[in-house]
């Protein structure tokens, strides 16, 4: 079954303080992995694809194959980046759909 | 930057009526897509279009769903017949090219769909 999974509905830290906001995943092939991000009364964005291995906004994740994982990090989080994000994947079999995780509301307080 | 655009922002309807939602994709873009987010629930894919045709879609995506392309620009998600769980946020979304490797799917801001 292809499947996102995102186990925290919420995360609450304090500014300055590290941030990871995990999701595995279930997929047979070869996935693609990312990230959006939807900050309050936008849209959906891209944050982050995991075969561009950028950072942004201090963001970064990392597929690991063996944990079937693509974790979102920053090591110090500012009350901008509270918004809700979202774990997607695509298969190259998939004609391009996403499947995408529960969302993790980040909430960072001052 | 060019934005995927969707109207209304927000559709109050009858149950068993008919509705429309339509969105303006990127220009320049080729495939499209309807996903839709019940209150509280993931994001959930319904379907998918290219070359004016369904490429695939969801088991959500029954018969009472259409989607069409009627003027080579808007892109359009019909509920024949609408029921009390269609109540959603409906998003479009579209992309230059379907592997996503260099090219993201870009999203417009949902239409909030309430059945009554």
């Known amino acids: 079954a292809q499947r996102v999974t995102q186990p925290e509905k919420l995360l609450s830290v304090f500014k300055g303080a590290p941030v990871e906001l995990k999701c595995n995943y279930s997929y047979s092939g070869s996935p693609e992995l990312f990230w959006y991000v939807q900050y309050s009364r936008q849209r959906l964005q891209l944050l982050l694809r995991h075969i561009s291995r950028e950072s942004i906004k201090g963001f970064t994740a990392d597929l690991n194959k063996g944990e079937t994982s693509f974790h979102l990090k920053k090591p110090f989080a500012q009350e901008e980046d509270s918004a809700m994000y979202y774990c997607?994947?695509?298969?190259?079999?998939?004609?391009?759909?996403?499947?995408f995780g529960q969302g993790t509301e980040l909430s960072v307080k001052p | 930057e060019p934005e995927v655009t969707q109207t209304p922002s927000h559709q109050v309807t009858q149950m068993g009526q008919e509705v429309i939602l339509r969105c303006v994709p990127i220009s320049n873009h080729l495939y499209f897509y309807w996903y839709r987010q019940i209150l509280g629930q993931k994001v959930e894919f319904l379907v998918s279009f290219y070359n004016n045709e369904i490429s695939e879609k969801s088991e959500i995506f029954d018969d009472q769903f259409s989607v069409e392309r009627p003027d080579g620009s808007n892109f359009t998600l019909k509920i024949r017949s609408t029921k009390l769980e269609d109540s959603a946020m409906y998003f479009c979304?579209?992309?230059?090219?379907?592997?996503?490797?260099?090219?993201?799917?870009?999203f417009g801001d949902g239409t909030r769909l309430s059945i009554l």
């Open positions: 997607a994947l695509s298969g190259r079999d998939q004609g391009g759909k996403l499947i």
């Open positions: 979304a579209s992309t230059l090219v379907r592997v996503l490797g260099n090219q993201p799917q870009h």
